[in-house]
Structure formats: C-alpha cells, structure tokens
C-alpha cells in the first residue's frame, strides 16, 4: 500500500490510467424510493435493513405480476384490441402503444434480477427511465380498463347490431344505431366517463325491445287461441270442405278454402315470450320471429276464420242448389236409383248438408253434375239379340246383349246411363 508522499511522486499517466471504474456501492435511495411509488410498495426506512428488504421483495412480486399484465396486453394490441365494428386502434397508433409497451416489458423482466440489497446497489436503471417506465405502467392500467369497458359495453352493441338484422322500430332506428355505437366508440378511446353514450344506447335497445314485442304478439297465437286453432281444423266443416273439394269436380281445388288454409297454416303459436327474455336476445328464441320476414301487418282472428269457414261451406252449398235447378241436372236426378235420389232430394229440401257429409251423396252428386243420360232401346233389338224366336246358346245370348249394350253406351261411362226399353 503506498504512502501519500509515495502517491503524489507517481506520474500523470499511471493516475489517470484505469483497469475499471465502479459505480459508489451505496443503495441508489432515490432509484429506490421511485420504484416504490411506481409498484405502491411499502416505504422503505433506510435505516433498516428489514424495511429496505421488505420494500424490494415487494417491488419484484409486483414487476413479476406486472410482466405477465404487460406480455398479455402486448398480444391484444397486436390483434387490434377489437371492439364490435373492428379495432380501436389504427396501425400508428397501434404500433406507439407496442412501442411503450415492449420498452415496460424489457425494463420489468431486467428489473426483477435486482432482488437483494446487495444486489439493488447495481441497478442500471437510472431515475429518468424509472420515471418512463411508471408512465408505461400507467398506460397499461389505462388499457386493461379501457378493455373491461369494451367487453363490457360490447354486449349491448353486438345485441344491436343483431337486433338491425331482425327488424326496426322505424326508418331512422338503424342510423341512430350506428351513430350511437359511433359515439361510444369515440368516448372509449378518448377515456372519457361513456354514461351519455349509455343511456342513447340503452333508449335504442328498449325502443326495440317495445317494437319487437309488439309484432311478436300480433303475429303469434296464444296458448287459448292456439287450441282454437286446432278445434277449428277438426270442425266438421271443414272436413265438409276438404270433402266437397277434393272429390267433387266442380270444386276440387277451391282457390277460396285453399287461401283459407294457407292463412289458418301461417298463424303460428308462442307464447313463451317476455320482453325480459328480449333482454339478452333480440330475436325470439322458441320461435324465431323476424319481423322482416314474417311482417304480414295482420294476425287472422280466429273468430274472423270461423266465420269465412262457415261463408265458404254455405258458397258451395248455394253453388250446388243452383247446379240443381238447371233442367238437364233435374232430368239427371230423375235418373238416379232410388237410394241416390233420396240423398239429393233430402240436400235440397234441407237446402244444406248434413254433417258428416255421406259418400254416397258425394257420388250421387258428382254423377248427376256430370249428367245422367237415358238411352232408349227398341224392343226388337233385344229379341233379336235373344235369337229372335230361334233357339241359341245362354253364352249366346249372353255375348249379344252385350255386344248390344256396347253400341248404346259407346266411349261414356256406363255409370251415366240409363236405359228405358221401348215397347211396341
């Protein structure tokens, strides 16, 4: 070890030369107290050792719980932090929030080395970057709230967005809409309180929630009219319709009873509905009700169809009454057998059907509509065709009658004819 006299004899040049140069081993206290206020740790008393070392566990659990914070949010930025329309963000700003956060990620990772007081001594951290880094650090807090409040408000947004698929109060709903959702989104990247924006929100959702409740309840059945519904298709009336139309000529396929069906078909039943149940869902979930589609501006009564199923059965009865008095039908049901005419005789006395309608005044109906038509035979064809006086086989005689009947009925139908034998 040299003296001082011994020191100040050595040259310029071996003073002034250094193998290394070392930073004061002391705590770097105002590094340290920085770190503290940055994590809200506890203060640390310089004085005590316990207390210095409390304050720098402290400051590393937190860096670390910071760490995982920062890596996470760096990944959300880098999809674009999506809200309902696309990214909050653009890509410039994008990339400075990328920028500050990859700078708070080096500078947490680095500072979690620094564990021990003896180790704390050589923090390369200096004040101003500490300093920078709290700012980072806010930033992130800033973000993780910004994107509570994005997941937070993106459930009524996406329910609106939704809701414009299925239908609209009004022609001006769907842009008050999107102008509202506009405005939130602003307010969120401008941090601002969003409460204004809320409430236009929350107007715009129970607006539509009203409207679609509304329609819900004009275009589906009740529990009561639904088994009206289907008390009204097992009448007996309409089993006469769906007779009369489908066996009888004259009326198969009836444009009227079939644009009764399809309206009776078109009402639908649900009656699960509630406006709370339209608070998490626009569209009905039993049914799937969607105004735009289904919007018809009228629900039939049931009442109303009752009515015009009556109307229809007493318009073909009339139909029938009128075919009846026309003279060449008259003459058809003077022809018909015995059983037959009875059956029409009875319909036009009654002047309507008896329910269940019988098939055999279906089929007495449909011939005397279709005509009945008397062929007269000479007697002499029929001797002749029985040998005339002369004797001949019952095989015989059984291929000339036949034969004879051909030529009378010809290419109708037999059911149509009737024959009156003409005696001398």
């Known amino acids: 070890m040299r003296t001082l006299h011994e020191f100040v ?26 770190l503290i206020e940055m994590f809200d740790a506890p203060r640390a008393d310089f004085s005590n050792p316990d207390s210095i070392d409390l304050s720098i566990r402290q400051i590393i659990s937190k860096a670390k719980e910071a760490t995982d914070r920062t890596v996470e949010m760096i990944a959300r930025i880098s999809d674009g932090f999506q809200k309902w329309d696309g990214p909050l963000f653009d890509q410039d700003e994008k ?107 929350n107007r715009l959702k129970r607006e539509y929630i009203d409207y679609y409740f509304a329609q819900h309840q004009k275009n589906r059945l009740n529990a009561t009219e639904n088994r009206q519904k289907s008390e009204l298709l097992k009448d007996s009336r309409y089993e006469a319709l769906t007779v009369l139309t489908s066996k009888i000529d004259l009326f198969r396929n009836n444009e009227q009873f079939e644009e009764w069906k399809q309206k009776v078909q078109s009402l639908k039943e649900c009656y699960h509905l509630t406006p709370e149940k339209l608070e998490q869902n626009p569209e009905c979930t039993y049914c799937r009700f969607n105004p735009r589609e289904e919007f018809s501006g009228k629900k039939y009564a049931i009442s109303e169809l009752e ?108 059911n149509r004819i009737r024959l009156t034998v003409k005696t001398r």
């Not at 310029?12 to 105002?30: A, M, N, R």
């Not at 004040?127 to 994005?150: M, N």
């Not at 060449?328 to 319909?347: M, P, Y």
């Open 9 to 34: 004899q050595l040259p310029l040049e071996t003073l002034t030369h250094f193998s290394h140069i070392k930073e004061p081993s002391d705590l770097p206290v105002k590094e340290i107290q920085a």
């Open 307 to 414: 009515e015009q199923l009556d109307a229809l059965l007493t318009s073909l009865t009339d139909i029938l009454l009128t075919n009846f008095n026309d003279p060449d039908v008259k003459e058809s049901i003077n022809l018909l057998g015995d059983q037959h005419k009875a059956l029409i005789d009875g319909f036009i006395t009654n002047r309507e059907f008896q329910l269940p309608i019988s098939l055999d005044l279906i089929n007495a109906i449909n011939l005397v509509l279709k005509g009945i038509h008397n062929e007269v035979i000479e007697i002499e064809r029929i001797v002749e065709a029985l040998g005339d006086g002369n004797p001949i086989t019952v095989q015989q005689a059984k291929t000339n009658i036949e034969q004879l009947l051909r030529e009378i009925v010809g290419s109708n139908d037999a």
């Open 95 to 201: 990339n400075e929030i990328e920028q500050q956060l990859n700078s708070l990620n080096e500078f947490l990772q680095g500072l979690q080395v620094y564990n021990t007081r003896a180790k704390i001594k050589n923090l390369k951290y200096k004040y101003d970057r500490i300093e920078q880094e709290q700012k980072h650090l806010q930033l992130l807090d800033k973000l993780e709230k910004l994107q509570r409040k994005v997941i937070e408000f993106r459930k009524d947004a996406d329910y609106l967005i939704k809701a414009k698929l299925v239908g609209s109060p009004s022609p001006e709903w769907a842009d008050y809409v999107d102008m509202a959702l506009e405005n939130l989104g602003i307010a969120l990247k401008n941090d601002e309180n969003c409460s204004a924006e809320l409430a236009e929100i």
